[in-house]
């Protein structure tokens, strides 16, 4: 019996065609809350900016790809920074070698080093707003829970030796969530979980991209939205319709959940 289900944002419960939850979406999630099943998100965003989920209230939130984990009522229950060695190795890198636009992410903001044409695209995407400049080295000394590093499939290996500490996964060819190694939405699966007391054959995930991957392998059924790329599509349990043609609420029916 489905107890908890974990939902990826961008390209899942929202579209990024309009920016929204689909109507039929969220006929399904008011059908599970009356079920008495817990309703989870699980993103690459940072919790402060999730802001396209409209009044929508959840029993918890697995942020930065599993690095942040916090419940509905705002209680820190896990945290998982970048080593402070890969933050001053990514300064100097970025000061001796080669430069590259890259989002700092702490628990409460986000900045960039610099912006430019694929940054602007990939927020302009995502219906994000601009984020302030600052240096990298402003980051120095504060925990850095998540990299937004634009740098392309070919620079990634070569960047990636810099950050021993530090693994990368991408659901958009613009850029990659780089996050601590070991952080993933499953571990924050695993995280939350444990908080609400629900064993893992209880639970079901949903998610379209690369860094949904470990999430849907690990929950009992993970289901890849019909809008996913390959990768994610040969790992899930089911594959079900695009976002924008009711997929969670075709999959939910589905499992007879709905």
Request: glycine share 8%; hydrophobic share 40%; proline share 4%.
């Amino acid at each position: 019996m489905v107890k908890a289900i974990f939902f990826d944002i961008d390209g899942t419960l929202v579209s990024f065609k309009t920016h929204r939850i689909p109507d039929s979406t969220l006929v399904a999630l008011d059908l599970l809350r009356k079920k008495g099943i817990r309703l989870f998100i699980a993103t690459g965003r940072q919790f402060y900016s999730i802001d396209n989920l409209g009044d929508q209230e959840f029993d918890g939130f697995v942020t930065l790809n599993g690095g942040y984990c916090i419940t509905g009522d705002q209680q820190v229950i896990y945290r998982h920074p970048i080593e402070p060695s890969d933050i001053e190795a990514l300064v100097r890198y970025q000061e001796s070698v080669e430069t590259f636009p890259c989002g700092l992410v702490l628990d409460r903001e986000i900045y960039m080093n610099y912006s430019n044409e694929t940054v602007l695209e990939l927020f302009g995407m995502l219906n994000f707003p601009p984020q302030p400049i600052r240096p990298l080295r402003e980051s120095l000394g504060q925990d850095v829970y998540q990299l937004i590093a634009f740098f392309t499939e070919g620079q990634q290996e070569r960047i990636m030796s810099v950050l021993p500490n530090c693994e990368a996964t991408r659901w958009n060819p613009l850029f990659a969530d780089v996050v601590a190694k070991g952080s993933n939405k499953a571990i924050g699966i695993d995280q939350m979980i444990r908080h609400y007391g629900i064993s893992l054959d209880e639970t079901m995930a949903f998610g379209d991209g690369g860094n949904d991957l470990a999430m849907l392998r690990h929950a009992a059924i993970g289901v890849a939205m019909g809008n996913s790329v390959d990768e994610v599509r040969e790992g899930a349990d089911y594959v079900t319709t695009s976002v924008d043609e009711d997929g969670i609420y075709n999959a939910l029916k589905h499992y007879g959940i709905i």
